[in-house]
């Protein structure tokens, strides 16, 4: 039995319900293999954002992740590390 023989077969077996997905499918195979479908790629073009994105004056500056209260704390877990350490 060839390939094409099997693929009838079961599709002969198939509910009704099942034929539409078989068909969509199959007409999807055929699309993507049509000559030249594979070596059409889609054409890029720049510039449609030109104007729509700013950038921060500050943006190389160092964040600020934590308030002065958070980095008085890590300041002082910092230096009970340091004393740790000596011991």
């Known amino acids: 039995m060839t390939l094409r023989e099997e693929i009838l077969e079961i599709v002969?077996?198939?509910?009704?319900?099942k034929l539409n997905a078989a068909i969509y499918y199959a007409r999807y195979l055929t699309d993507q293999h049509k000559e030249?479908?594979?070596?059409?790629k889609p054409v890029r073009q720049g510039g449609w954002?030109?104007?729509?994105?700013?950038?921060?004056?500050?943006?190389?500056?160092?964040?600020?992740f934590v308030s002065e209260d958070e980095a008085r704390v890590l300041e002082v877990m910092?230096?009970?590390?340091?004393?740790?350490?000596?011991?």
């Open 49 to 64: 954002v030109k104007g729509e994105i700013w950038m921060s004056d500050d943006f190389n500056e160092p964040m600020d």
């Open 78 to 87: 910092r230096e009970n590390k340091k004393l740790e350490a000596a011991v």
């Open 36 to 40: 030249g479908a594979e070596d059409v």
């Open 12 to 17: 002969k077996g198939l509910p009704e319900d």
